[in-house]
């Protein structure tokens, strides 16, 4: 039931890019399966030299941890600064002793761990990535660079500002911007800090114009929107700043 912005391929992207005044947009692959993972992270690695196109690579809990440290391996050699896993599409809690070994390897690698959060609306319950296992994850492996997706919890703010607000991870907005913000997530973003705060739309399922809207409408000084809107990310991913 639900309709996208545009139809998903790569050319569809870059078109919503060009439309909507967004400098660059980084592509968050999931492998639902370990088989994937080899092959999504070569795909990943021919996106680099489009421009305004970023990808980071994938990783799954089944793929064998040697194999996990050779895929690493890869993606730090072609520049890919992180990876994402989703806890609903991969079947797993994040504060699971199986996931240790993929968190030492990016946390030794200095790779960005991008992690779903929050309920996803393709899936019934109970949600895996909760804010207080995600706590779990970032206290187990401290200097791991960690992004909770959707704000730290997807329609859960609360839970997400008593566990994670403040503490030295990054939420993005990714999905969390398309309806008028809620006052707890509001609170929960005043919380954690606007310095820490990484813009996402979700896209294609986020509608990037609204996003973008919304956020400026937000009630942050203009430094703080500009540090959400694309600053934070920019240092994050340690890219050069576009000129004004």
């Not at 990808?55 to 793929?63: C, I, V």
Request: proline share 7%; charged share 20%; aromatic share 8%.
């Amino acid at each position: 039931g639900f309709r996208a912005c545009f139809d998903g391929t790569l050319a569809g992207l870059r078109g919503s890019l060009q439309r909507n005044g967004i400098d660059f947009a980084l592509i968050q692959p999931v492998a639902t399966k370990a088989g994937q993972v080899h092959n999504i992270n070569r795909w990943s690695a021919t996106l680099s030299a489009l421009p305004g196109i970023l990808s980071f690579g994938a990783l799954h809990p089944d793929l064998p941890l040697d194999q996990v440290q050779a895929e690493i391996a890869f993606l730090k050699a072609r520049g890919i600064p992180g990876v994402k896993l989703h806890s609903e599409y991969q079947a797993f809690y994040p504060d699971e002793d199986r996931l240790a070994g993929i968190y030492e390897a990016l946390q030794s690698a200095g790779l960005i761990l991008l992690m779903h959060a929050g309920q996803d609306l393709g899936f019934a319950g109970p949600i895996k990535a909760t804010p207080k296992r995600i706590l779990q994850v970032h206290q187990g492996f401290p200097r791991l660079i960690l992004v909770a997706a959707h704000l730290g919890g997807y329609q859960h703010w609360a839970e997400s500002e008593k566990h994670l607000a403040g503490k030295p991870l990054w939420l993005d907005t990714a999905y969390c911007l398309h309806d008028a913000p809620e006052p707890a997530m509001i609170e929960l973003m005043r919380a954690h800090g606007a310095g820490r705060i990484l813009f996402g739309s979700d896209a294609p399922w986020g509608n990037q114009l609204r996003h973008v809207e919304m956020l400026r409408q937000l009630d942050f000084s203009p430094n703080e929107i500009a540090d959400m809107a694309g600053k934070n990310a920019y240092n994050l991913l340690k890219l050069e700043h576009p000129k004004p």
